[in-house]
């Protein structure tokens, strides 16, 4: 069987990659169509993509005439919200669409999207096409996706939606200017497809006020499941960092800007966990939005001698096999530790959230300055052992990973081959 994967981003490649490689496994093909960044083709996980048998990756700008690429991302340009947002070229983008208004924008789309799925398909009937979970506020703008999914259902191929990540989050206030309990219209993009795929039942919530019926699947973490993990660890590329003699390790991983956090009370924890003797702090931004919070850029952080930024060659589990305690403004990344018995402290306190984290296991769960502190101290003189209540964590691995057992990507190639048949 044959399948045609958009990938946007670092989340979508880190979560999707599994799927293709189990996809592969099964005896089937692919085609890999990288649809944002052009730096994600030097990417170790599209690499090693590339490298097996059976997948074809291509940047969409290598597979059209440059003038074509060129008025294809304008129009991308014009509609993302990203864009909007910015005063000046906001407002142009504004008066661009409604002055190219959609109904002219219609035969770009059609054209790429009939390329793209003739180069993939050709004249056969079966096969599937997969996107990450597209939201409203996209990158890629939606209405593009709905041309390609509408043009690929007219040919009978399957339509999926797979995860680009998990929810860290047990609530649902967790953004700036979010104040009403209601379901989230940035995740209506969904219903779109034949399926939409989620890894277990907190992330579900989301979806479910959009869908119909068996839309909604929930097939566990490809990117957590422990299948992918021990692949995971022999293509990882030389870690950046060094372990040096310091007594405790410390990652934080902070948040996307646009969720509220208390960055006054994170910088406080900063600068006390500096005060331990022996301790070594890295901070870890997020991957898309690092620059614009305000902790990467205070000076009397950027002072203390052994607490560092981490570099963006440092990926996430070089940062979480060098460290010895893991400190998380929630964040699913962690969710790989979690399954290593690696100490997990979420602070909740920092953000206006709950956890899963905390939620499922409540001696992670740092409520005040106070519990930072005694956690560091008793790390520092205990060792990091026996932290986890083994049977809150077994539930957490089997309600949000390995739901509902082990067997993860075997459960994702049968749903492509239903969607595809």
Known sequence: MKALF???????????????YKWIRSGHHCDVVLIGSTQFRRDFRVRYLSQLEGVRVAHIKELFPLVEYLKWRLQMLMLTRNVRRIKIIGRLAEKLADRFDEKQREPLWRHTAEFLLNRCFGEVGKGVVAFDWIERNS?????WVEVVVAMAKERGLGTVSL?????????????????????????SAAKIFDRVVVPNELCSIRFRPFLEGNQLALLGSP???????????????????????????????????????????????????AEFPGVELIIKPHTRSG???????????????NVRVASDDAHSVHLMNWSDVIIDLATSVVFEAVRAKKPVLAADYLIAARSAVAYYMPETEMKCRDDVYEKINYFLTNGCDSFYVEEHRQRFLKEMLDFPDADVLPRYVALLEQSAS
């Open 6 to 20: 958009f990938l946007r981003h670092y989340n979508d490649i880190d979560h999707v990659t599994p799927v293709i």
């Open 139 to 143: 990158v890629i703008c939606v209405e």
């Open 163 to 187: 995860p680009h990540g998990d929810s860290p989050h047990a609530s649902q206030l967790i953004r700036r200017g979010e104040r009403h309990l209601r379901p989230d219209i940035t995740f």
């Open 223 to 273: 990117r957590y499941c422990e299948e992918w993990l021990k692949i995971l660890a022999g293509l990882m590329p030389p870690s950046p960092l060094v372990r040096s003699d310091s007594r405790l390790k410390i990652v934080m991983f902070l948040r996307k800007a646009n969720f509220t956090t208390f960055w006054e009370e994170v910088g406080e924890v900063v600068h006390m966990i």
């Open 291 to 305: 620059w614009k919070q305000s902790l990467t850029k205070d000076s009397s952080i950027k002072q203390l001698p």
